[in-house]
């Protein structure tokens, strides 16, 4: 039952508990009459102290697609944080409106925060470099619905492994199923961090490997997921600059891939992925943004108890 749970980071649900939003995820996008009108009455608040256009839009979009509504606000300069309230007391006070949370937040950990002081569930849309759990629902539902299974995948993560939570939370998710192998392709100054692969991944018993050799590593993968370097989080932009290019997919280098190989990216892409890939058949990111509409509306309406 996930009716009034949060979602902080993906280990809050058992991998039967995410099957079980993949099913209904995959009823929704068979039907889509199916749980139309589910959550009229029901208000979702959206509170994006960042940037975003998937994950708002998407929760939004899947909200209204229930039958409920929406309020919030995508800039924090448009909140009273801006006036010094603490995280602490807005939380307290949209739990007395909506009767869901989704909040990003530039802080790591802030999702963890809202959660202790929100009386409706919280959903993390990303905290800092730190977790983005409803990405990584869509990531999997993407690897379920176009490779039909997890089990005994290689799948390679390429680009800036350090700071891209999407990443993060995928590995940690991943690391629950069997015979899962993770190829991290990086280089060295944005190299996964270390209690993802010392920690989470050997304490799994995962099998992983480290590199900086796209190229060298292609040939061996079912998923490739693509991120863009995040300019946001640099402390200083003659790093950045020096960093932002270091992979860039191409047909040229798509010819090493296998066949039935996917290549996932969880968007904004920005300049990681040549656009002629995007004719690839095996180019799945576009279909993946759409997977995220479908089971978000899975996951609210599971939390709110309407299925
Ligand atoms: N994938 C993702 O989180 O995209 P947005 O930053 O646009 O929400």
Known sequence: ?????????????????????????EKIEADPLY????????????????????????????????????????????????????????IRTVSCYADAIVMRNPKEGAAMVASRYAEVPVVNGGDGGHHHPTQTLTDLLTIRRLRGHFDGLTVGFCGDLKFGRTV????????????????????????VPDYITQGILKKAGTEYLETDHLEKVMGDLDVLYMTRVQRERFFNEEDYIRLKDSYILTTEKM???????????????????????????RAAYFKQTKYGMYVRMALLSSLLGVV
């Not at 039952?1 to 995820?25: C, D, Q, W, Y």
């Not at 891939?257 to 690839?280: Q, T």
């Open 1 to 25: 039952m996930l009716k009034g749970r949060h979602l902080v980071e993906p280990g809050n649900f058992s991998i039967e508990e995410m099957a079980g939003l993949f099913t209904l995820a």
């Open 168 to 191: 993060h939370s995928l590995a940690k998710a991943l690391s629950r199923y069997t015979g899962i192998r993770l190829i991290f392709i990086s280089p060295p100054e944005l190299k």
């Open 255 to 281: 010819k090493a891939a296998r066949d039935d190989m996917i290549i996932l990216h969880p968007l904004p892409r920005v300049n990681e992925i040549a656009l002629e890939v995007d004719g690839d058949p």
């Open 35 to 90: 749980l139309r009108e589910s959550c009229r009455g029901k208000l979702l608040a959206t509170l994006f102290f960042e940037p975003s256009t998937r994950t708002r839009l998407s929760f939004e979009a899947a909200m209204l697609r229930l039958g409920g509504a929406c309020l919030g606000f995508a800039e924090p300069g448009s909140s009273s944080a801006s006036k010094g309230e603490s995280l602490a007391d807005t």
